[in-house]
């Protein structure tokens, strides 16, 4: 004789009322702590962005100086010949005292003239110069020329310097009472800096500019990415569809991996020993720091692009074979397009990473204080990071917001690559 069990009752309705309400309260619950999440991701987002963008803006404005310049025909060019090697040797400091000395004539002692003249830029007679070497019509007359003012003056027009007349005041009261005098004559004003972008690098705050470094970047992201993109495309290929499966490939594909994970200074110390001390290679040029960023940048780009060849159906391989295409065209004509989109993601990712590196820039000498602009691969030229962190680490004050607008042109760069790499997705992009 069985014994039967009698069958389990349904629990109360109330009950099953109140489990499902606990469950409906614990997924709104859930809920709210995405949202949460996500505004607290955006609000700090906004505020970062916020500082770098109230530092930066200042940035965009240079003060600027208006004094009565004349171009003195007897001084600049003597003989008439107007020859741009005499006109680029002629003395135009002189000029620049000779209108300091018009405007205020009861200047008299020797501290008081200098402090007068430190009120400009020591680059206002390079860019008298530029002026007369550019329109030689202006020799012999007088003209109302706006000069870059120092950086002491930059700060307090743009209220973030301190006033006062005690030793440790960047602008005395002296220095003070002339440039409210000029301010009052409507001969100081704040105008567009567009030297920042360019200019090359300069000790002077107020004549430093980011193209230097931006050149540097392009070169060095063109040699990184000419060499990392083929080589990792064509390494991804072999591994992922034609190599045998045996313990050297497993053995290649760990160290891939691994070799994805590498700090960046080894890289540089990579380049330090064997591009420049053992084959000789320029110091500080963009040829060097693309071959260090593009050793870097190979393992992301062939793993991005094995992993973009395994998404391809095996049907689209077989369709191929199955026509009489070749192993060779199946992936040349085939099964590379449709992964091109997947490999040009990973090219990017590593692209952005080599973009924002410093560490591997700073042992191949990338660090130097370069100030022309580079013309070729072999130039010394510097980055937009190595860029940020030295003008970071200078004492001026004018270099802070400098920083900040040189990190809003990298992330500009950056925003730049993004959208040609979504525009290169869609180019190639395809849909079975």
């Known amino acids: 004789m069985t014994e039967t069990t009698a069958p389990s009752r349904p629990a109360p309705r109330a009950k099953r009322s109140g489990r499902l309400a606990r469950r409906y309260a614990a997924e709104r619950r859930f809920r709210a702590y995405g949202i949460a999440a996500i505004a607290l991701s955006i ?103 706006w000069l870059t003012a120092s950086d002491d003056v930059d700060m307090w027009l743009k209220g973030k310097l301190a006033e006062g007349g005690g030793k440790r005041a960047k602008i005395g009261a002296k220095a003070l009472g002339w440039l409210t005098m000029l301010r009052d004559e409507g001969r100081l004003e704040r105008q567009f800096n567009s030297a920042f972008f360019t200019a090359g690098d300069s000790r002077e705050p107020e004549l430093a500019g980011v193209w230097g470094a931006v050149a540097g970047s392009f070169f060095t992201l063109v040699v990184c990415l000419g060499l990392a993109f083929p080589f990792g495309v064509m390494t991804a290929v072999y591994l992922q569809e034609f190599a045998p499966r045996n313990r050297w490939t497993d053995l290649i ?72 295409a070749s192993e060779m065209q199946v992936v040349l004509h085939h099964v590379l397009p449709l992964a091109m989109p997947g490999i040009l993601t990973g090219t990017i990712l590593g692209a952005a990473r080599a973009l924002g590196e410093t560490a591997p820039l700073l042992m191949i000498g990338m660090v130097a204080f370069i100030v022309d602009i580079p013309a070729d691969f072999t130039d010394p030229a510097t980055a937009l990071p190595v860029q940020i962190y030295l003008w970071a680490d200078a004492p001026e004050r004018a270099f802070a917001e400098r920083t900040a607008a040189a990190i809003l042109v990298l992330l500009g760069f950056l925003v730049c690559m993004n959208l040609a790499a979504v525009m290169l997705r869609r180019a190639f992009e395809q849909r079975w």
Do not use: C
């Not at 002189?94 to 008299?108: D, S, Y």
């Not at 206002?124 to 550019?134: D, G, K, V």
């Open 253 to 324: 594909e760990v160290n891939t991996n691994n070799l994805a994970a590498v700090p960046s200074i080894v890289f540089g110390l990579l380049g330090l020993a064997v591009l420049l001390n053992f084959a000789g290679l320029p110091r500080s040029a963009p040829l060097v720091g693309g071959i260090v960023l593009a050793l870097m940048t190979l393992p992301t780009i062939i793993i991005a692009g094995r992993a973009a060849l395994q998404a391809v159906p095996p049907s689209i391989r077989e369709a191929a074979l199955g026509v009489g």
């Open 43 to 145: 609000t700090f987002l906004l505020l970062l962005f916020g500082s770098i963008l109230n530092q930066a803006w200042s940035a965009l404005q240079q003060t600027r100086i208006g004094l009565d310049i004349h171009f003195d025909a007897a001084l600049l060019d003597p003989d008439g010949t107007r020859d741009p090697a005499i006109l680029a040797k002629a003395d135009y400091g002189a000029l620049v005292k000779k209108a300091w000395r018009e405007r205020f004539p009861e200047v008299r002692k020797r501290r008081d003239k200098r402090a007068l003249r430190r009120l400009l830029s020591v680059g206002a007679p390079y860019e008298l110069a530029a002026m007369a070497s550019a329109d030689p019509g202006l020799i012999g007359t007088t003209q109302r020329v």
